[in-house]
């Protein structure tokens, strides 16, 4: 009874799934592909068939969203937003993609000439913490410190070494060996930076 009552219960998410493909997230979609090859699952025909099917969906839906992330960092580019393209980079809608070479460099370019000594602490240290996630970090090398190194950037920029070690470098803040690697911080905690990064 109980291997019936799976494959009835995965019969259920993969129908809601088909019916509500172009609305799903991407994880969903997964999730239901990945539990479709489950041994009891995969075991009916009919149950192969519309994993199948799912999974080319879910294919089908990658390349798309690929398609999408790409074409809105370039154009928070374009329009001069290279912190949100920092942040919109450190976000794939799958894990592993490769980022393009071509983009990485103009991203690389556009976030290192937004960080020169005229600009302020805040505002180093919000291209910092979106610099940090992004796949271009090792790009983001400005040559120069900012003309006022606060206490704050030096804090960011000791909590983010391990990660930009070159700009840890540059603001002279000795990164231990053995520092832990950063998560991003909570969506709050620019709440006392929104002027610096107003601009952006």
């Not at 592993?96 to 460099?105: E, H, I, N, Q, T």
């Not at 103009?106 to 937004?114: D, M, N, R, S």
């Not at 700009?167 to 610096?196: F, M, Q, S, T």
Request: glycine share 4%.
């Amino acid at each position: 009874l109980l291997p019936r009552l799976r494959v009835a219960d995965w019969l259920d998410r993969a129908e809601a799934a088909q019916r509500q493909i172009e609305n799903l997230d991407l994880r969903d979609i997964r999730s239901v592909v990945a539990a479709g090859d489950d041994p009891v699952v995969a075991r009916d025909e009919s149950t192969r068939a519309i994993n199948e099917q799912l999974k080319k969906d879910l294919a089908r839906k990658q390349d798309e969203e690929l398609k999408l992330w790409l074409e809105d960092v370039d154009a928070a580019l374009e329009v001069g937003r290279s912190i949100r393209a920092l942040r919109l980079s450190s976000q794939p809608p799958k894990a592993g993609v490769m980022f393009p070479p071509g983009l990485a460099r103009k991203l690389g370019e556009a976030a290192t000439a937004g960080l020169t000594p005229e600009d302020s602490a805040d505002r180093w240290a919000a291209v910092l913490e979106a610099a940090a996630f992004s796949p271009v970090r090792t790009l983001v090398a400005p040559t120069r410190p900012p003309t006022q190194v606060t206490d704050e950037l030096r804090a960011t920029a000791l909590r983010l070494g391990p990660l930009l070690p070159q700009i840890a470098e540059l603001l002279g803040v000795e990164v231990p060996a053995d520092a832990p690697r950063p998560k991003p911080l909570r969506p709050d905690y620019g709440k006392g930076k929104k002027k610096a990064a107003r601009r952006d």
